[in-house]
């Protein structure tokens, strides 16, 4: 649910982005922050184990300006993908606005893919929200690795694993390259905010 | 959705704001290098190619895949999911490896496969306690397995890789406290079963680690977290620490079944409303006994009865079934007397007392205060007593009750009035006798005496003195 504060003219959407342990969630969040102007980007905050891997969640406010006078956020999150953090991914996917399901290319995550967009499936019912109605955008990662000889699946594999129910926007990405990163991101930016602004904003303002 | 005028001005304002946002962004990377996040390393960066040097034929199959890719297929699960097929899996892909490997550098890798093997171990028994980093941790490992099979000399990459990535496993390996050996197919079934989802998967991972261990090992070595992978893994042959180790352990083990079971066991026994403490301990002294007597037979041939043990103690390590030949009397004087109209053996050195005690000390209790022994309104128990009670301060001794020792197969009251009493002490356990007659000092070489163990040793009897064809029991406080 986007937090709407209509005194300070300010809506904040929540878009989380979802997939797999070590599909390159926090990279996407990472290029995005890096590349982004400071005036435009929040402070990014990563709460991590001594390793490399989110043990919570990234959390990365966008500022799209002022549109009619309401000042629009962007929340980027993303979430644990590893299995052992079920409660914590649940809960950081409560209120979701839009949904980034990132992708992993490699073979030998094929399964991992298809159990974690379930995963994801199941825990929106538990919210009361079904897939089909919250914007959702999937970002097929790694696509560097395509000429390397690690066995990868071919976009038509991922569709045929993943889009075939759903049928949303899919976008080729290389999170630590930026390729498709922003591309992902604007697209589920701007479902996210008229998602929002329809169900909310446009009622309130008519 | 309806899609009236305003709205849709109102969202071609939103996609402007959006482009304007991100549009300079849009593309990047590809036309320019990476635009790498600057705080940390690239989340795909494990799975980038890795050039590595070319494998020796064992280690490449006949379609030429290498021994390696197995493992880290099952590393890229385990990255996914901690479970207890995937670690199953890992491990013996771990095994698979090193069995291919050439011997001399097996050899000099052992401690990487064996910290690599532990870790998984650690993943299996409390993958909560496991860093989330572990499956990179492991999979730094396997590049530098990978680089060890390929290079030529593997003391050039002792630095550079090897110990780095020694330093990585151990830090990676957590410690877990020693409780979970309980977990390790000790824990009752229901209790499984009952467990919520999350537990269930850690039961169920926990259940595989002794199943999925590639070294044939006996359950108790991993059940003590003793045994990490064997060194040689072709010999399969204990390394000298860890048979030292395991004596050694087996000593402790014998001496806290000894010194801190058994007195409690008999003293529960012996005392109304206590029956559940007894039985408990019991069953406490029961298990700790298979385990001592699983690792002795674990251990063969390289089993030391008295390696670490003090020397007095042979009474009881011989208590062990696979040594109880006869031979040699441990003790050159015991103490033979009559207690129950039979012929009975004490060892000189856990005589603490042995005299006529005053008229006061009833005969028939089946506890004896110390207190009672004391002659005199003045007299001290530390005047009367030796041994090991004689370093006692007296406010202590006072507080002492010794428990009374019946003969078997005889019930009541049975010392007579004159009977000399005779109290066995060690470490804290002691045991008081009612003799039918005073005692006499027997010399056990002079008499050519054989020593056959007892196996049980749930009773006082040591084991049995042979002297002249007749059988002689030597009874012995346990805490020896």
């Given amino acids: 649910m986007a937090l709407i504060d209509l005194s300070k003219k300010e809506i904040h959407c929540k878009i989380v982005y979802y997939g797999p342990g070590r599909c390159g969630k926090t990279t996407n969040l990472l290029t995005v922050h890096s590349s982004m102007a400071d005036n435009a980007r929040g402070k990014m905050l990563t709460i991590e184990t001594k390793g490399d891997r989110t043990l919570f969640f990234d959390l990365l406010p966008l500022n799209l300006g002022t549109i009619r006078g309401f000042n629009i956020r962007i929340q980027l999150y993303t979430v644990p993908g590893q299995v052992m953090y079920a409660a914590t991914r649940k809960l950081v996917l409560k209120g979701a606005d839009g949904l980034v399901f990132v992708a992993d290319p490699l073979q030998v995550r094929r399964e991992r893919n298809i159990e974690s967009l379930e995963d994801l499936r199941t825990n929106l019912l538990e919210y009361g929200l079904k897939l089909e109605e919250i914007p959702l955008v999937i970002q097929y990662n790694k696509r560097d690795l395509v000429d390397t000889p690690i066995p990868t699946l071919t976009v038509a594999e991922l569709d045929a694993d993943l889009n075939s129910a759903y049928k949303v926007k899919t976008f080729e990405a290389s999170a630590v390259t930026g390729l498709g990163v922003f591309e992902t991101l604007r697209e589920i930016s701007k479902q996210t905010v008229r998602y929002v602004t329809n169900k909310h904003l446009l009622h309130e303002t008519k | ?480």
């Fill in chain 2, 1 to 480: 959705m309806t899609d009236k005028a305003p709205e849709r001005d109102f969202h071609a304002e939103i996609d402007d704001a959006i482009d304007n946002l991100f549009a300079p962004h849009a593309g990047a990377g590809q036309n320019k290098p990476a635009a790498a996040p600057p705080d940390k390393p690239a989340d795909q960066a494990s799975a980038a190619p890795v050039k590595a040097p070319p494998l020796p034929a064992s280690l490449l199959s006949a379609d030429g895949t290498d021994a390696f890719s197995p493992f880290e297929e099952a590393l890229l699960s385990l990255d996914w999911e901690i479970s207890a097929s995937n670690i199953e899996k890992a491990r013996s892909a771990l095994a698979e490896i090193h069995g291919n490997f050439e011997v001399d550098k097996a050899v000099a890798l052992t401690e990487i496969f064996a910290l690599m093997d532990r870790l998984l171990e650690a993943m299996a028994i409390a993958p909560q306690s496991v860093s989330t980093s572990a499956p990179k941790t492991l999979q730094e490992g396997l590049q530098t397995l990978r680089a060890a099979a390929g290079a030529e000399d593997i003391s050039l990459i002792e630095q550079t890789l090897i110990d780095p990535t020694l330093s990585e496993l151990r830090s990676a390996i957590p410690n877990i406290p020693k409780d979970y050996s309980k977990l390790l197919g000790q824990a009752p079934p229901s209790k499984t079963q009952a467990a919520s989802g999350t537990d269930q998967k850690k039961t169920d991972a926990v259940k595989v680690a002794p199943a999925s261990s590639a070294t044939p090992v006996p359950s108790e070595f991993a059940e003590e977290g003793l045994l990490p992978e064997l060194p040689g893994a072709s010999s399969r042959r204990p390394a000298t620490a860890l048979i030292e180790a395991v004596n050694a352990h087996i000593t402790v083990l014998g001496k806290c079944i000894a010194k801190r079971i058994v007195p409690l066991e008999n003293l529960f026994a012996k005392t109304p409303g206590y029956e559940k403490l007894h039985a408990i301990h019991t069953e406490l002294r029961e298990r700790m006994e298979r385990q001592k007597l699983n690792l002795i037979k674990a251990l063969d041939a390289d089993y030391q009865a008295d390696a670490a043990a003090p020397v007095e103690s042979a009474a009881w390590q011989s208590a062990k079934p696979a040594v109880s030949t006869a031979a040699g009397c441990p003790w050159r004087i015991v103490v033979l007397a009559a207690w129950g109209g039979k012929t009975v053996g004490f060892l000189p050195e856990q005589i603490v007392y042995e005299n006529k005690p005053a008229g006061q000390v009833r005969k028939c209790a089946p506890f004896l205060p110390m207190k009672k022994l004391k002659r005199g309104i003045f007299g001290k128990i530390g005047f009367v007593v030796q041994g090991e009670l004689r370093s006692l301060d007296e406010a202590t001794l006072k507080t002492l009750t010794i428990p009374v020792a019946s003969p078997q197969g005889m019930a009541g009251c049975v010392p007579k009035a004159d009977s000399p009493l005779l109290i066995v002490f060690k470490a804290n356990s002691g045991m008081a006798f009612w003799l039918d007659e005073p005692t006499e000092r027997l010399d056990t070489t002079a008499n050519g005496c054989r020593w056959e163990p007892v196996v049980d040793a749930s009773t006082l009897v040591a084991g049995n003195l042979m002297v002249n064809g007749k059988t002689i029991p030597v009874l012995a406080m346990r805490s020896i």
